[in-house]
């Protein structure tokens, strides 16, 4: 059975750092691509960074880019998110999510396995 499973979140102050981390079973693993997204109170799911399991290609959303890190550990099947230089605005519940087939990764709707989340809180 498809699982995806995220820990890591926590409070950290405006410039400092979190790594998140989603455990994955091994057909999330062996997706298309694996993605991190994002979601704050009263708005939209967000794009925060994908990785693809062929070429091992990242992209990132634009908020983030030049602070956040995607990467995997293909032995461990697990995905993490580095995030520095944290501001306020990165306050939300982070979600690790497997994309079965090519598609646009920015879109959440195109992703077919989700983990529960992970709070991520960042104080000013």
């Known amino acids: 059975q498809a699982q995806l499973v995220e820990s890591g979140g926590g409070l950290v102050q405006a410039g400092g750092s979190l790594r998140l981390s989603c455990a994955a079973s091994e057909v999330t693993f062996r997706s298309f691509f694996m993605g991190w997204f994002r979601q704050a109170p009263g708005k939209e799911r967000e794009f925060v960074a994908a990785?693809?399991?062929?070429?091992?290609?990242?992209y990132y959303g634009d908020s983030v880019k030049g602070r956040f890190t995607i990467s995997r550990d293909n032995y461990k099947n697990t995905v993490h998110l580095q995030m520095n230089r944290l501001e306020p605005e990165d306050t939300a519940v982070y979600y690790c999510?497997?994309?079965?087939?090519?598609?646009?990764?920015?879109?959440?709707?195109?992703?077919?396995?989700w983990g529960q989340g992970t709070q991520v809180t960042v104080s000013s």
């Open positions: 990785s693809m399991w062929t070429g091992g290609s990242t």
């Open positions: 999510a497997a994309c079965l087939t090519p598609g646009d990764f920015r879109e959440h709707r195109n992703y077919d396995y």
